[in-house]
């Protein structure tokens, strides 16, 4: 059994930053590959940002690579996302994830937290 809690979240003006976490709790955590998600209003939930569970390995969606970075510290069993210079578009309810290995897909993460939200105001 893994919880995973985000935080971090709030209402940024559009051109600025947020960094959100993930606590996760149990002694497992650092076998786990994590991944971050997001759903916009009206939207399907998407894949946003993947890593692996030694922390060398990182994946993105291709519309957000180079403006978000994904980290862990095992040692706080913590993971965050960075995300700067923020657009409207980025308005959503992020969602960390904890699974077996790094992908894209929801189906391949096993454990989900309660989701943070992030509103960018023009």
């Known amino acids: 059994q893994v919880q995973l809690v985000e935080s971090g979240g709030g209402l940024v003006q559009a051109g600025g930053s947020l960094r959100l976490s993930c606590a996760a709790s149990?002694?497992?955590?650092?076998?786990?590959?994590m991944g971050w998600f997001r759903q916009p209003p009206g939207k399907e939930r998407e894949f946003v940002a993947g890593i692996s569970a030694s922390g060398i390995l990182t994946d993105y969606a291709d519309s957000l690579k180079g403006r978000f970075t994904i980290s862990r510290a095992n040692a706080k069993n913590t993971v965050y996302l960075q995300m700067n210079s923020l657009k409207p578009d980025d308005t959503a309810v992020y969602y960390c994830?904890?699974?077996?290995?790094?992908?894209?897909?929801?189906?391949?993460?096993?454990?989900w937290g309660q989701g943070t939200q992030v509103t960018v105001s023009s």
């Open positions: 994830a904890a699974g077996v290995r790094v992908s894209r897909a929801r189906g391949d993460y096993d454990y």
């Open positions: 149990g002694r497992t955590f650092m076998s786990y590959n």
